[in-house]
Structure formats: C-alpha cells, structure tokens
Nanobody
C-alpha cells in the first residue's frame, strides 16, 4: 500500500511560482502529477520513473514546470513557474508501479493523494 500526501498549494498571481510536495510512504517506480479544474477532465502534468530515469511533461507545462524527487525525504516535487490563470486546478500526486517510459494517463497510476489547490489570478 502506498500513501501520498500533497502540500504546497495556494494562491499566486500570474507569473509567480509555487512548489508542490508529495510525501510518499511505500515504493512505486513511477510518480506523476495530475490536475483537474472545475468542469474539466483530470489531465496529466508531469511524470517521472526511477528505473530508466524517464521524465515527461504535458505540452502545456513543458519549460515552466519541473518534476523532481528527493529519495532521502521520500518526496516528489513539482516546481511550477511562470504560472498562468489556466493553471488553476486541484493538483494530485499519483504513484504507479509500471516500467518503461512515463505514462501520462491516469489509469497507469494506482495510488492517489487527496489533492492540493492551486489558484492563479490574473
């Protein structure tokens, strides 16, 4: 059983930055960040897999967001920069134990955190 606890969300003005954290208990090869805005489907933001060192980003965030892991702290981070109002959403951390390249779809991930809200104002 893997448990995930996110933190770091908040309100920020457009152009600002936030860093989300996800503390992980248990091991999974791959970690992902997803988001869901009101009335919209959940979408992948970024993912990384330990075996193979795979990292992938959604086109909408590539170059602005960075996913990283601190294995000593059992924590996955999502550094978000140049934030836009359209980045406003509930952000979820997810864990999946698959191999190979990063899968940016929700069904690949078995465990999910409770989410942390990010609000970007213009």
């Amino acid at each position: 059983q893997v448990q995930l606890v996110e933190s770091g969300g908040g309100s920020v003005q457009a152009g600002g930055s936030l860093r989300l954290s996800c503390v992980v208990s248990g091991y999974s090869n791959c970690m992902g960040w997803f988001r869901q805005a009101p009335g919209k489907e959940r979408e992948a933001v970024a993912g990384s897999c330990t075996r193979g060192g795979w990292i992938a980003y959604a086109d909408s965030v590539r170059g602005r967001f960075t996913i990283s892991q601190d294995n000593a702290k059992n924590t996955v981070y999502l550094q978000m920069g140049s934030l836009k109002p359209e980045d406003t959403a509930m952000y979820y951390c997810a864990a999946g134990d698959y191999s190979g390249f990063v899968r940016l779809w929700a069904s690949a991930y078995k465990y999910w955190g409770q989410g942390t809200q990010v609000t970007v104002s213009s």
